[in-house]
């Protein structure tokens, strides 16, 4: 069964600097990765997605991710922080291979944002 | 607006009663899912509608736990017999079926049972 580990429960850092969110996943093919972000009251919203090719993903606001297969991480950058940014963010793993489409998530990583 | 809608958005309810949640997916999606999230943890996935037919459900919690989709559009999720390990957030997302993984979140019912 796949399974994703977010290793950092709770990140601190300072508008403007730069951020790493880490997510190492265990599935025994390519997986599809996924990266989404909640905020309070908020839905899940997707930022980006790899499926196959290029391993560096750009997605919305400014996010961008790497699928490093060696490593078994796919982490989620963004080099300068914007207080909106202050959210919780998840990290997920779609099984490849036909008739499943659920989502496995991780337990999340908490970011704040210093002014 | 035009994404998932749930409601209500937040439920409290006693011991042993039933509930029932609805979730209204964005009008063209044929795919429906349904996840709970407990506190500190992330979504894990219930079930899944493929317009009416319900795809998947042993991931369904218990048999207390049944999903309906009934005409293809809005999903019901009904929990009887309602236990305190039940409170949870309960999340509903949407998906077009060519592009199932590119789900789309609405903001949840909140449940508390005392």
């Known amino acids: 069964a796949q399974s994703v580990t977010q290793p950092d429960i709770h990140i601190t850092v300072s508008e403007g600097a730069s951020l790493e969110l880490r997510c190492n996943y265990s599935?025994?093919?390519?997986?599809?990765l996924f990266w989404y972000v909640q905020s309070p009251g908020q839905g899940l919203q997707l930022l980006l997605k790899?499926?196959?090719?290029?391993?560096l993903v750009q997605g919305i606001k400014g996010f961008e991710a790497e699928f490093k297969r060696s490593q078994s991480s796919f982490n989620l950058r963004k080099p300068s922080v914007h207080w909106s940014d202050a959210a919780e963010y998840f990290c997920?793993?779609?099984?490849?291979?036909?008739?499943?489409?659920?989502?496995?998530f991780g337990k999340g990583t908490k970011l704040s944002v210093i002014p | 607006d035009t994404g998932v809608s749930q409601d209500p958005r937040h439920k409290i309810t006693k011991r042993g009663q039933n509930v029932t949640f609805r979730c209204d997916p964005i009008?063209?999606?044929?795919?429906l899912y349904w996840y709970r999230q407990t506190l500190g943890q992330g979504p894990e996935f219930l079930t899944y509608?493929?317009?009416?037919?319900?795809?998947?459900k042993s991931r369904l919690l218990s048999d207390r736990f049944s999903a309906e989709r009934p005409k293809g559009s809005f999903s019901t999720l009904e929990i009887q017999r309602t236990e305190q390990g039940d409170s949870a957030m309960y999340l509903c997302?949407?998906?077009?079926?060519?592009?199932?993984?590119?789900?789309?979140f609405g903001p949840g019912t909140r449940l508390t049972v005392t």
């Open positions: 790899y499926f196959s090719g290029d391993t």
């Open positions: 509608f493929q317009n009416e037919a319900q795809l998947e």
């Open positions: 997920a793993v779609g099984r490849t291979g036909a008739g499943s489409y659920q989502l496995t």
């Open positions: 997302a949407s998906s077009l079926a060519g592009q199932a993984y590119e789900q789309y």
């Open positions: 599935y025994g093919a390519t997986p599809y």
């Open positions: 009008s063209e999606h044929n795919r």
